[in-house]
């Protein structure tokens, strides 16, 4: 697959992540960090993110895991819509972060936990 192939396959499904991604991507990395979104684009999500052996939600929650255990909660923030948006509801990630407690910390759990009830308040 050429790069061309890899970059215009990482945009499509970085619109499926979140759409608007692919946009965000090439303002946030600009100069100098222009080739790490560039890579990211052509190696992250034209390749990694569509490998087979997992499917994306699967994947998704592997990310929820290391985001919240690394203690990346900003990103850990911006990946609960994208875990929707790849199919896990709002009880499954409450599920994946009771999961990680005891691996994460208890104290970082509840931090995951309050993010999720701010980003995915309980519909009424």
């Known amino acids: 697959m050429s790069i061309e192939e890899r970059r215009l396959r990482g945009e499509q499904f970085q619109e499926t992540m979140r759409p608007g991604m692919s946009a965000h991507l090439k303002k946030r990395f600009t100069g100098a960090s222009a080739d790490f979104g560039a890579y990211s684009t052509e190696l992250l999500f034209g390749e990694m993110w569509q490998r087979g052996g997992l499917d994306v939600r699967s994947r998704e929650i592997a990310v929820l895991g290391a985001l919240l255990g690394g203690g990346y909660l900003a990103d850990f923030r911006v990946h609960i819509p994208i875990a929707v ?10 599920e994946v972060i009771y999961q990680l407690a005891l691996y994460v910390g208890w104290p970082r759990a509840a931090e995951g936990l309050a993010i999720v009830e701010e980003v995915l308040p309980e519909p009424k």
Do not use: M, T
């Open 85 to 94: 948006n790849l199919g896990l509801s709002r009880d499954e990630i409450f």
